[in-house]
């Protein structure tokens, strides 16, 4: 049974960073499309970044050449490496993994809060 934990949300001044990672367990990442989504108060859920199984990333245009993902597949999990952050990255941040396509939709976490402030 594919299971993803996220940890490393927190609260951060603007301009600060942060990293998260998702544990997953079940399946082997190096085989999954993996990704982050993240969704604000009153807002639909985006995707953020993905990792295909392969090692190609692609970003959500807002936060390209501010987040990192990465992936670590001898420890299975997924990290999203947040710089620069900005007032509107304040969201709730979803792990996703899919063993059928990428974007992945298939699998998720639970979540974690980033929230940025002034």
């Known amino acids: 049974q594919v299971h993803l934990v996220e940890s490393g949300g927190g609260s951060v001044q603007s301009g600060g960073s942060l990293r998260l990672s998702c544990a997953a367990s079940g399946y082997s990442t190096s085989t999954y499309c993996m990704g982050w989504y993240r969704q604000a108060p009153g807002q639909t859920r985006e995707a953020v970044a993905a990792?295909?199984?392969?090692?190609?990333?692609n970003y959500a245009h807002s936060v390209k050449g501010r987040f990192t993902i990465s992936k670590d597949n001898a420890k299975n999990t997924l990290y999203l490496q947040m710089n620069s952050l900005k007032l509107e990255d304040t969201a709730m941040y979803y792990c996703a993994a899919d063993s059928m396509g990428c974007p992945p939709t298939g699998y998720w976490g639970q979540g974690t809060q980033v929230t940025v402030s002034s």
């Open positions: 990792i295909a199984s392969d090692g190609t990333t």
